[in-house]
C-alpha cells in the first residue's frame, strides 16, 4: 500500500530515554483483536498514557504540554524490541508521529517502519544527547529528508538512511508494485531454484 | 594465461542468503530481493495482510508453500472442542478461515489434530528443512535456525510482500559466531544457556546480526534444545540464528510426514551435508562460552537480558555506572516488587506457566515431570501446563506424562501460546508473580501489571512445587519408579 511521503516537517519532540521498548509497550495486547488498522491510536503506549479508569497520566510525556503535539521522538536504544507486530507502528502514526530517532532499532520494528513511511534513524550518542536537549527544552525541530538535516534555534545535526529507502519515503512508493516489476526475474530464479533443489518443488 | 579465482569462504548465513538472491537492489548486494521458500501464518499477525491483497486484486503468488495455523488467540480450555460456534464468533479465527479458503492455503484451525503453536508444529510436520529461508509474522520464527534454514520474523506489510511476491526486500546482516563447549551440567538446560548468552552480550547484543551456534555443547544438543536456543535468539536482537545440520537434524526429520523421502531424500541429504560455514570464514564477531560455568537461571527485571544464576541475588541499581542502566535497574525492580539485595531463591510465586513455541516441546514436558511426580504444586500456586501441539499433547498422554502433571496440580489444556503473551483469556492479574517457561518478561506481558521471571521448563516446576523460585539442583528428581 502506498505509504504517506515524507519530506519536511517541523514539530515538537519527546523523549523517552529507557532502553528496550517493546513493542508490548508500544501496543498493548488487548489493541491487537482486529483484523483492520484502525482505532489503535488509543493503543499507543496504553499503560503508561492512562490509568485504570482510562485517565490520562499526568506524568507521560505524551499527556504534557507542548509534547503532545509532538511528531517525533527520540528514545533510548533497543527500541521496539520483542514482538513482530506491525499494530506498533500502525499506531504510532495514528498518533502522529512521523519518524523516531534512537541509538538502535530492532530489526523487525526497523522494517516496519520503512514499509509504512514512519522515518526511522539511528544516530550516535552524542546526536541523540543533543535530540534529547532540544526536546527537554520544548524545542520544535525541522526534520528535512530532502538535505537529511535535523534543526532547531540551537543548531543543526545531519543524518544519513539508505538511498532507495529514502527515496521510498519521500515518494510514498507501493514496495509490493515495485517488486512486482521484476516477476520475470523471480520467476526465472524460482524456476532454476525448484530444479536444483527438486525435493521443493511442490509433489 | 588463465587466472584461477577462489571465492573467498563464507558463513552458512551468507551462503543461505547468496542461495536465495534473486537479485541485488544495491551495488554492493547489501540489500538484495530474497526468495523465501515458505511461511507459516496465524490468526493475528496476517489480516491486514490478506486484506491489501483482495483491495489490490493480487493473488498468493505460492499457496502451496504457506501453512496457516490458530495459535495467538485461541482458548486453552480442556473443554473448547465442544463449542464448535467459539471460531466463528471470534473475528480474526473467522476472517483467517475466510482468508484461507479463499486464497486456497491449508489451515489448522481450533478443531484440527494437528493445531498448535506455529513453530512447533512446522518442524513436527517435517515443513522445516536445512537450506531453507522461512519468513513469518512472529519473531520467535528464528527457531528454525536449529535445522540449518533461516527463519526470521516480518511484519504485516512483509507478509503481505511475500504472499504476493514469494520473495523480500532483505538487508544483508552481520555475522556473530556464538560458541559453547563442553558438557552442560546436570540440571543445566538448552534454556539455561540462551538465557546465559542473553544476560552476557544484551538485549540489543545482536541487533544486525545473524547468529551461528557452534562448539561441542551445541553438536550434543537434541533439536528441542536446540530450537529453544535459536528461539530466542531474537531476544538479544539478532533476526536469524542458524546451527550446520548434521545427523541430528537428518534422524529427527527421518520420520516426519512432509519432510523428503526416498530417492528425493538421497538428493536433499547430499545437499544438507554441504550447509556450514567454510574453514577460514570470517565472523565480525565471536563471543565463546564454557557451558560448565552455566547454572540454572531466572530473569529477575523486565528484560530477558535482567536475568543470573539462581544463585545471585537482585542487583543493587546504585552500584550501575551507567546512568541509563542505573535508571533502567530501578524501574525494573520496583515494576517486580523486589528490591535489591535479595535472593532469587526467596522470591515467592502465584503462579507456574510451562508452555510457548521456546518450551512446549515433548523434551521439554518431560523435564518438568521428572521433578513433578511424587510432588505436589503448593497450595499458593496456580499452576498451568500448555503442550507446544496437539501431537505434543497426545505424545505426553500416551507416555503418562499428562498424569504427572495433573497428579501434581497442573491444569493439563490444550495447545496454543496462553500466557507467554496472553491474548486469550489465560492471563496473570496485576501483581501477581509467575514463575513461567516463556521467552519475554516484558512489562504487561502476560496481563497489565503481572510480573514474569523466565526460567527452564524444569525449574518452572521446581518454583511450582516449592512455592518460590528454586534452585533445581537442590531439589533432584522426584519419585524414582
Given at each position: 500500500m502506498p505509504t504517506e511521503p515524507f519530506i519536511c516537517r517541523t514539530a515538537h519532540i519527546a523523549a523517552l530515554p529507557a532502553a528496550n521498548i517493546d513493542t508490548d509497550v508500544i501496543m498493548p495486547k488487548v489493541f491487537l483483536k482486529g483484523v483492520d488498522r484502525k482505532g489503535l491510536e488509543a493503543g499507543v503506549f496504553h499503560d503508561l498514557r492512562f490509568d485504570e479508569q482510562g485517565s490520562p497520566l499526568p506524568d507521560f510525556v505524551l499527556n504534557r504540554t507542548p509534547w503532545d503535539k509532538?511528531?517525533?521522538?527520540?528514545?533510548?536504544?533497543?527500541?521496539?524490541?520483542?514482538?513482530?507486530?506491525?499494530?506498533?507502528?500502525?499506531?504510532?502514526?495514528?498518533?502522529?508521529?512521523?519518524?523516531?530517532?534512537?541509538?538502535?532499532?530492532?530489526g523487525i520494528f526497523f522494517?516496519?517502519?520503512?514499509?509504512?513511511?514512519?522515518?526511522?534513524?539511528?544516530?550516535?550518542?552524542?546526536?541523540?544527547?543533543?535530540?534529547?536537549?532540544l526536546a527537554e527544552a520544548g524545542e520544535r525541530v525541522s526534520v528535512d529528508l530532502e538535505s537529511q538535516n535535523i534543526s532547531a534555534p540551537q543548531g543543526e545535526i545531519t543524518f544519513h538512511i539508505d538511498e532507495r529507502r529514502r527515496r521510498m519515503l519521500m515518494n510514498g512508493l507501493d514496495a509490493i508494485g515495485m517488486t512486482l516489476e521484476w516477476r520475470e526475474d523471480i520467476a526465472a530464479f524460482q524456476d532454476a531454484y525448484l530444479t536444483t533443489y527438486p525435493w521443493l518443488a511442490p509433489q | 594465461?588463465?587466472?584461477?579465482?577462489?571465492?573467498?569462504?563464507?558463513?552458512?548465513?551468507?551462503?543461505?542468503?547468496?542461495?536465495?538472491?534473486?537479485?541485488?537492489?544495491?551495488?554492493?548486494?547489501?540489500?538484495v530481493?530474497?526468495?523465501?521458500?515458505?511461511?507459516?501464518?496465524?490468526?493475528?499477525?496476517?489480516?491486514?495482510?490478506?486484506?491489501?491483497?483482495?483491495?489490490?486484486?493480487?493473488?498468493?503468488?505460492?499457496?502451496?508453500?504457506?501453512?496457516?495455523?490458530?495459535?495467538?488467540?485461541n482458548s486453552t480450555e480442556p473443554g473448547r472442542a465442544e463449542d464448535r460456534n467459539a471460531a466463528s464468533r471470534d473475528i480474526q479465527m473467522s476472517y483467517f478461515a475466510r482468508n484461507c479458503a479463499e486464497f486456497g492455503i491449508e489451515l489448522f484451525d481450533l478443531f484440527h489434530r494437528q493445531q498448535g503453536i506455529e513453530h512447533v508444529v512446522m518442524p513436527e510436520l517435517g515443513l522445516v528443512l536445512p537450506g531453507m529461508v522461512i519468513a513469518a509474522g512472529d519473531s520467535h520464527t528464528t527457531t528454525y535456525g536449529a535445522f540449518g534454514a533461516l527463519g526470521f520474523g516480518i511484519g504485516t506489510s512483509d507478509i503481505e510482500h511475500m504472499l504476493a511476491t514469494q520473495t523480500l526486500v532483505y538487508r544483508r546482516l552481520r555475522n556473530m559466531k556464538i560458541e559453547v563447549t563442553g558438557g552442560l551440567p546436570l540440571g543445566v538446560t538448552a534454556k539455561d544457556l540462551i538465557m546465559a548468552v542473553i544476560s552476557k552480550i544484551g538485549a540489543s547484543g545482536a541487533n544486525g546480526f545473524a547468529i551461528e551456534f557452534a562448539g561441542s555443547t551445541i553438536e550434543a544438543m537434541s533439536m528441542e534444545g536446540r530450537m529453544t536456543v535459536c528461539n530466542m535468539a531474537v531476544e538479544c536482537?539478532?533476526?536469524?540464528?542458524?546451527?550446520?545440520?548434521?545427523?541430528?537434524?537428518?534422524?529427527?526429520?527421518?520420520?516426519?510426514?512432509?519432510?523428503?523421502?526416498?530417492?528425493?531424500?538421497?538428493?536433499?541429504?547430499?545437499?544438507?551435508?554441504?550447509?556450514?560455514?567454510?574453514?577460514?570464514?570470517?565472523?565480525?564477531?565471536?563471543?565463546?562460552?564454557?557451558?560448565?560455568?552455566?547454572?540454572?537461571?531466572?530473569?529477575?527485571?523486565?528484560?530477558?537480558?535482567?536475568?543470573?544464576?539462581?544463585?545471585d541475588t537482585i542487583p543493587d541499581p546504585e552500584r550501575e555506572v551507567d546512568p541509563v542502566r542505573q535508571r533502567d535497574y530501578r524501574k525494573a525492580i520496583d515494576y517486580m516488587g523486589l528490591a535489591p539485595g535479595l535472593p532469587l531463591a526467596d522470591i515467592r510465586i502465584d503462579r507456574a506457566f510451562i508452555g510457548s513455541c521456546t518450551n512446549?516441546?515433548?523434551?521439554?514436558?518431560?523435564?518438568?515431570?521428572?521433578?513433578?511426580?511424587?510432588?505436589?504444586?503448593?497450595?499458593?500456586?496456580?499452576?498451568?501446563?500448555?503442550?507446544?501441539?496437539?501431537?505434543?499433547?497426545?505424545?505426553?498422554?500416551?507416555?503418562?506424562?499428562?498424569?504427572?502433571?495433573?497428579?501434581?496440580?497442573?491444569?493439563?489444556?490444550?495447545?496454543?501460546?496462553?500466557?507467554?503473551?496472553?491474548?486469550?483469556?489465560?492471563?496473570?492479574?496485576?501483581?501477581?508473580?509467575?514463575?513461567?517457561?516463556?521467552?519475554?518478561?516484558?512489562?504487561?506481558?502476560?496481563?497489565?501489571?503481572?510480573?514474569?521471571?523466565?526460567?527452564?521448563?524444569?525449574?518452572?516446576?521446581?518454583?511450582?512445587?516449592?512455592?518460590?523460585?528454586?534452585?533445581?539442583?537442590?531439589?533432584?528428581g522426584g519419585d524414582a519408579d
Amino acid at each position: 500500500m502506498p505509504t504517506e511521503p515524507f519530506i519536511c516537517r517541523t514539530a515538537h519532540i519527546a523523549a523517552l530515554p529507557a532502553a528496550n521498548i517493546d513493542t508490548d509497550v508500544i501496543m498493548p495486547k488487548v489493541f491487537l483483536k482486529g483484523v483492520d488498522r484502525k482505532g489503535l491510536e488509543a493503543g499507543v503506549f496504553h499503560d503508561l498514557r492512562f490509568d485504570e479508569q482510562g485517565s490520562p497520566l499526568p506524568d507521560f510525556v505524551l499527556n504534557r504540554t507542548p509534547w503532545d503535539k509532538s511528531e517525533f521522538l527520540v528514545a533510548g536504544p533497543n527500541f521496539g524490541c520483542g514482538s513482530s507486530r506491525e499494530h506498533a507502528v500502525w499506531g504510532l502514526l495514528q498518533l502522529g508521529i512521523r519518524a523516531i530517532f534512537t541509538e538502535s532499532f530492532a530489526g523487525i520494528f526497523f522494517d516496519n517502519c520503512a514499509r509504512n513511511g514512519l522515518l526511522a534513524v539511528e544516530l550516535n550518542a552524542d546526536k541523540i544527547a543533543f535530540l534529547t536537549s532540544l526536546a527537554e527544552a520544548g524545542e520544535r525541530v525541522s526534520v528535512d529528508l530532502e538535505s537529511q538535516n535535523i534543526s532547531a534555534p540551537q543548531g543543526e545535526i545531519t543524518f544519513h538512511i539508505d538511498e532507495r529507502r529514502r527515496r521510498m519515503l519521500m515518494n510514498g512508493l507501493d514496495a509490493i508494485g515495485m517488486t512486482l516489476e521484476w516477476r520475470e526475474d523471480i520467476a526465472a530464479f524460482q524456476d532454476a531454484y525448484l530444479t536444483t533443489y527438486p525435493w521443493l518443488a511442490p509433489q | 594465461m588463465a587466472v584461477c579465482v577462489e571465492s573467498a569462504p563464507r558463513t552458512l548465513y551468507d551462503k543461505l542468503v547468496d542461495a536465495h538472491t534473486v537479485r541485488s537492489l544495491d551495488d554492493e548486494a547489501r540489500e538484495v530481493l530474497l526468495y523465501v521458500d515458505r511461511t507459516v501464518l496465524n490468526e493475528y499477525t496476517s489480516p491486514q495482510a490478506f486484506t491489501g491483497l483482495r483491495e489490490a486484486g493480487r493473488p498468493v503468488a505460492r499457496p502451496e508453500a504457506a501453512l496457516a495455523v490458530v495459535d495467538h488467540v485461541n482458548s486453552t480450555e480442556p473443554g473448547r472442542a465442544e463449542d464448535r460456534n467459539a471460531a466463528s464468533r471470534d473475528i480474526q479465527m473467522s476472517y483467517f478461515a475466510r482468508n484461507c479458503a479463499e486464497f486456497g492455503i491449508e489451515l489448522f484451525d481450533l478443531f484440527h489434530r494437528q493445531q498448535g503453536i506455529e513453530h512447533v508444529v512446522m518442524p513436527e510436520l517435517g515443513l522445516v528443512l536445512p537450506g531453507m529461508v522461512i519468513a513469518a509474522g512472529d519473531s520467535h520464527t528464528t527457531t528454525y535456525g536449529a535445522f540449518g534454514a533461516l527463519g526470521f520474523g516480518i511484519g504485516t506489510s512483509d507478509i503481505e510482500h511475500m504472499l504476493a511476491t514469494q520473495t523480500l526486500v532483505y538487508r544483508r546482516l552481520r555475522n556473530m559466531k556464538i560458541e559453547v563447549t563442553g558438557g552442560l551440567p546436570l540440571g543445566v538446560t538448552a534454556k539455561d544457556l540462551i538465557m546465559a548468552v542473553i544476560s552476557k552480550i544484551g538485549a540489543s547484543g545482536a541487533n544486525g546480526f545473524a547468529i551461528e551456534f557452534a562448539g561441542s555443547t551445541i553438536e550434543a544438543m537434541s533439536m528441542e534444545g536446540r530450537m529453544t536456543v535459536c528461539n530466542m535468539a531474537v531476544e538479544c536482537g539478532a533476526r536469524g540464528a542458524v546451527i550446520a545440520p548434521d545427523e541430528t537434524v537428518f534422524a529427527y526429520l527421518s520420520d516426519k510426514p512432509r519432510a523428503p523421502k526416498g530417492g528425493g531424500l538421497s538428493a536433499a541429504l547430499k545437499h544438507w551435508m554441504s550447509l556450514k560455514s567454510d574453514p577460514g570464514a570470517s565472523f565480525d564477531k565471536t563471543v565463546q562460552l564454557e557451558a560448565r560455568e552455566i547454572a540454572p537461571m531466572v530473569t529477575w527485571g523486565t528484560s530477558p537480558d535482567q536475568a543470573g544464576p539462581i544463585t545471585d541475588t537482585i542487583p543493587d541499581p546504585e552500584r550501575e555506572v551507567d546512568p541509563v542502566r542505573q535508571r533502567d535497574y530501578r524501574k525494573a525492580i520496583d515494576y517486580m516488587g523486589l528490591a535489591p539485595g535479595l535472593p532469587l531463591a526467596d522470591i515467592r510465586i502465584d503462579r507456574a506457566f510451562i508452555g510457548s513455541c521456546t518450551n512446549a516441546r515433548i523434551e521439554d514436558l518431560r523435564a518438568a515431570a521428572t521433578i513433578l511426580k511424587g510432588r505436589t504444586v503448593a497450595t499458593h500456586v496456580k499452576a498451568l501446563v500448555v503442550p507446544g501441539s496437539s501431537e505434543v499433547r497426545r505424545q505426553a498422554e500416551r507416555e503418562g506424562i499428562a498424569r504427572i502433571f495433573t497428579e501434581a496440580g497442573f491444569e493439563w489444556r490444550q495447545s496454543g501460546c496462553s500466557m507467554c503473551l496472553a491474548m486469550n483469556d489465560d492471563v496473570a492479574a496485576a501483581g501477581e508473580r509467575c514463575a513461567s517457561s516463556t521467552n519475554r518478561n516484558f512489562e504487561g506481558r502476560q496481563g497489565a501489571g503481572a510480573r514474569t521471571h523466565l526460567m527452564s521448563p524444569a525449574m518452572v516446576a521446581a518454583a511450582a512445587v516449592t512455592g518460590h523460585l528454586c534452585d533445581v539442583r537442590t531439589l533432584g528428581g522426584g519419585d524414582a519408579d
